[in-house]
């Protein structure tokens, strides 16, 4: 089993959805959740940092953590044509600082 | 624009030949890492450097290597290639050596003929 699982199927959705993606993981000593975002042919940048339960916002990006059912989620309101990307979750054990990513899911915003 | 630059961005070589890629870190950080990510395995760490020591090691094969000079840019070697090593390899710069977050550069695209 692999330390961090998202389903890499790609998704499209019509311009104005949201956009729902998830991670799940299986060692409970990842403290440090994030989620990147890659465009074709470019490096992953940074969307969303945290490190506690619960929901943080940032503008039209909302990350979700439940650390007792080991789950994580991105949710993208009001999806823009601009919002197509692969979107990577990644996480971080305390005190080691190698990222460990999920396999990333292509999302398609269709005009 | 992360900050952080890499050399080349293509890379055509041939099975068995050796390369260098290069990455310089964005201004003020200590930490390097190398990731390679492919189709089927997705992004993989593959080392850490951190002022000019190495501090953590991922799958990294033994074919490959890397170093950080003491102006703090980063060479990752990889030598003895085979066709599976075709890959992005992607640098990542952080300030120190907790969970700052990495930023990454635009990476090399290795292909391997």
């Known amino acids: 089993q692999k330390e961090v699982e998202q389903d890499p199927g790609p998704l499209s959705v019509p311009e104005g959805a949201i956009v729902s993606l998830n991670c799940t993981y299986s060692?409970?000593?990842?403290?440090?959740f994030m989620w990147y975002r890659q465009y074709s042919r470019k490096g992953p940048e940074l969307l969303m940092y945290?490190?506690?339960?619960g929901n943080k916002e940032d503008g039209r990006f909302t990350a979700q953590v439940d650390k007792s059912s080991k789950y994580i989620s991105l949710f993208i309101r009001d999806s823009q044509p601009s919002d197509s990307a692969t979107y990577l979750c990644?996480?971080?054990?305390?005190?080691?600082?190698?990222?460990?990513f999920g396999k990333g899911n292509q999302v398609v915003v269709i005009p | 624009d992360s900050g952080v630059t890499q050399t080349p961005k293509h890379l055509i070589t041939a099975t068995g030949q050796r390369v260098t890629l290069r990455c310089s870190p964005r201004s003020g950080d200590l930490s390097v890492y190398w990731y390679q990510q492919s189709l089927d395995q997705g992004l993989q760490f593959l080392i850490q450097y951190y002022n000019g020591e190495e501090r953590a090691k991922g799958n990294i094969l033994e074919r490959f290597s890397a170093q950080q000079f003491p102006d703090l840019h980063s060479e990752l070697n990889l030598s003895s290639l085979e066709l599976g090593d075709s890959a992005l390899y992607f640098c990542a710069s952080s300030e120190g050596l907790g969970t700052d977050t990495q930023y990454f550069g635009p990476g090399t695209r290795l292909t391997v003929l």
């Open positions: 060692n409970s000593a990842f403290q440090y």
């Open positions: 945290t490190y506690s339960s």
């Open positions: 990644a996480m971080i054990r305390r005190g080691n600082n190698r990222l460990a």
